[in-house]
């Protein structure tokens, strides 16, 4: 079985072989981004380049804040109800009444009448 599966999915190995290479770069570059040596470097530059007159405080400040808002999760960052508000998250269950049952109906149609 697993030789005729190969035999009919030949065709889609290029596309099987690019998504494997894709998934293998995106996992390197996020380890990249959130890699402690990485970030301790880039907010040494900042400090650096604040002290040699580079950049303003407000602009070392700005990307400090950048820097670290990548360490931290979007809900954690804006509360549990700003991302419900903003679209993210998923809202509260809908509570459901019970099913009514035939007999219900009927009484509660002689009821209404």
């Known amino acids: 079985m697993d030789i005729l599966w190969g035999l009919l ?14 998934k ?15 970030i301790r470097r880039e907010l040494e530059e900042l400090d ?5 007159g580079d950049i303003t405080p407000e602009e070392r400040d700005r990307g ?19 991302s419900r508000a903003n679209g993210g998250g998923r809202p509260p269950p809908a509570r459901r009444r019970p099913a009514r049952r035939r ?11």
């Open 24 to 38: 293998v770069v995106a996992r390197e570059a996020e380890s990249q981004q959130y890699d402690p040596v990485n």
């Open 64 to 82: 400090q804040q950048r820097v670290l808002d990548r360490l931290t999760p979007q809900a954690a960052r804006n509360g549990p109800t700003a």
């Open 103 to 113: 007999g219900d109906q009927q009484r509660g149609a002689r009821e209404r009448t």
């Open 9 to 22: 999915t030949l065709p889609y190995a290029p596309v099987r072989g690019l998504t494997a290479m894709v």
């Open 48 to 52: 650096r380049a604040a002290a040699a």
